[in-house]
């Protein structure tokens, strides 16, 4: 990289120059400026040049662009746009333009993503679209745009990151989440960390979140956020890891200082080994040794003889310990394998309770239900016997009011008698004091069983009038009865009357 080259140049001019601390953070300011105005510049090309993608009719009402950043400083970007068509015809493609290099976007929208095309020019990914369900007039669909890029610079543990996406009139929304451990730091005096200005920021206590809400207009063509963060905290390690490399630092600790100790006496050894040989030549070459160079030679040879026994007994000791180091890996990796075992019969047992704890509950219901019915059962039971006193008491009556009802019956029967015989009677009395013309009137009606007035005029040649005052008098009478036939009214002869003989006009 040409920051890195320009930083190892700056280094030597420290050393040549001796004023190497101002040097290397001024030249180190500018490189870091240089940079960020080459990235600006770049964007300012990409926002002159790069059209906009628009569609005729579709307007964005909402626009939200959420960013998380992972502690391998990974973005994993989402777009959602909410898409209205305000055109008079079907909507079935659509194209974005967004100044980002990325592939193997995630697409999703209400109506379905048929198939998409994408290409990448100077910068700018552009994503054609083909929706499964067209988008019709008048009406809204969600499309989400997700993908996966890095962020932009990371140079001595500083991190540099923009997000440029393209502007439309809408209700805009853009968060951005650091990596856990992360704090905002500023690149280089006189360069802002966050950009552009009227952000927000909150915490969770683990992340921090950096938010824009704004009414974005198309006019703008484009909105660029720029964020600098480090790494401050580094996020712990998981416990297994954490188990796992204390054991292998214990093994590692055995391990180095036995090598330790063996390295120690082979020292001495050599030391001893190396003294030995000069005292000795020096001996064989002075011939006149004294008794002070020979009392050395006698306790060097002792020391020597001692180091060997040390020896001995510390590589008795490295083998004891070896063993003593391969029995506690064996038993570590038996607890190991006893824990993954436990961990799966822990898994299996909490599976079994959810089941069983799933199971309770069903049976619990069924319980409540069952208890429900029983006791809606006891309650019919309960109106069953009602019923049945009830029953029995009115069974008693029936019997009673059965008696009663036969005597009224055979009082009835003969009632009906008599009422037959007066009813012969009366309509023989009714027939003897007609007149002639209600006679003929009669035996015509009886003659064609119904019969209309107008026939009866067209018949007797009597005025409608009097045919009309004729029937309504026999009708008061009983003697004949008028009945609806569609929209006619028919006459015909009363029941009591239907079985008279031929009345004789004299």
């Not at 959602?80 to 305000?86: A, F, H, P, R």
């Not at 030549?281 to 060097?300: G, T, V």
């Not at 047992?349 to 069924?366: A, G, M, P, R, V």
């Not at 004729?470 to 929209?487: F, N, P, W, Y």
Request: glycine share 4%; net charge negative.
């Amino acid at each position: 990289m040409i920051m890195k080259k320009s930083f190892k140049k700056n280094l030597k001019a420290k050393a040549k120059t001796g004023n190497t601390v101002k040097i290397g953070l001024k030249n180190y300011n500018i490189n870091v400026k240089s940079r960020l105005l080459f990235k600006v510049i770049i964007l300012t090309a990409l926002m002159a040049f790069c059209t906009i993608s628009t569609v005729d009719g579709v307007r964005i009402q909402n626009y939200n662009v959420d960013c998380k950043i992972n502690t391998s400083n990974v973005i994993n970007e989402t777009i959602v746009l909410k898409i209205y068509n305000n055109e008079s015809e079907n909507i079935d493609k659509i194209k974005f333009d967004i100044p980002q290099l990325f592939s193997n976007p995630s697409l999703s929208s209400e109506n379905g993503i048929k198939s998409y095309g994408l290409s990448t020019s100077e910068g700018v990914t552009s994503l054609n679209i083909d929706f499964e369900e067209p988008l019709k007039p008048g009406a809204t669909t969600t499309l989400t745009i997700g993908f996966i890029r890095d962020i932009d610079i990371d140079y001595q543990g500083k991190k540099f990151l923009t997000i440029t996406v393209p502007a439309y009139d809408s209700k805009f929304t853009m968060n951005i989440a650091l990596p856990q451990g992360a704090s905002i730091v500023s690149p280089a005096e006189g360069i802002l960390s966050i950009s552009p200005r009227n952000y927000t920021i909150e915490t969770d206590g683990k992340r921090i979140y950096i938010k824009w809400v704004k009414d974005l207009d198309a006019d703008e063509k484009f909105f660029t956020s720029s964020v600098n963060y480090a790494i401050l905290t580094p996020v712990n390690p998981p416990m297994d890891e954490i188990n796992d490399n204390n054991n292998n630092e214990i093994i590692n600790i055995y391990t180095i200082s036995l090598s330790a100790i063996v390295g120690l006496l082979i020292a001495i050894l050599i030391y001893l080994a190396y003294r030995l040989k000069i005292i000795r030549k020096k001996s064989i070459e002075d011939e006149e040794l004294d008794e002070e160079k020979r009392d050395e030679i006698n306790d060097l040879m002792k020391n020597l003889e001692i180091s060997e026994i040390n020896l001995k007994n510390c590589n008795k000791e490295i083998e004891k310990l070896e063993k003593l180091n391969s029995e506690q890996y064996s038993e570590l990796k038996k607890l190991h394998e006893d824990l993954e075992a436990y961990k799966i019969k822990n898994v299996e047992c909490n599976n079994t309770i959810t089941n069983l704890e799933n199971k309770l509950k069903f049976e619990k219901e069924i319980n409540e239900k069952l208890s429900d019915a029983i006791t809606e059962r006891d309650a019919k039971i309960k109106a069953l016997e009602n019923y049945e006193e009830l029953c029995e008491k009115h069974k008693k009556t029936i019997e009673k009011l059965d008696k009663e009802l036969t005597s009224k019956k055979e009082h009835i029967d003969t009632l009906e008698v008599k009422i037959d015989e007066y009813s012969v009677g009366k309509a023989e009395t009714l027939l003897n004091i007609l007149t002639s013309e209600e006679k003929e009137i009669i035996n015509i009606i009886k003659e064609h069983g119904t019969i209309s007035q107008k026939e009866i005029v067209d018949i007797t040649e009597y005025t409608k009038s009097k045919i009309s005052r004729m029937i309504s008098d026999l009708e008061q009478r009983g003697i004949v009865e008028k009945i609806k036939l569609g929209r006619l009214n028919k006459i015909k002869l009363s029941k009591k009357f239907e079985d008279t003989e031929d009345i004789d006009i004299n």
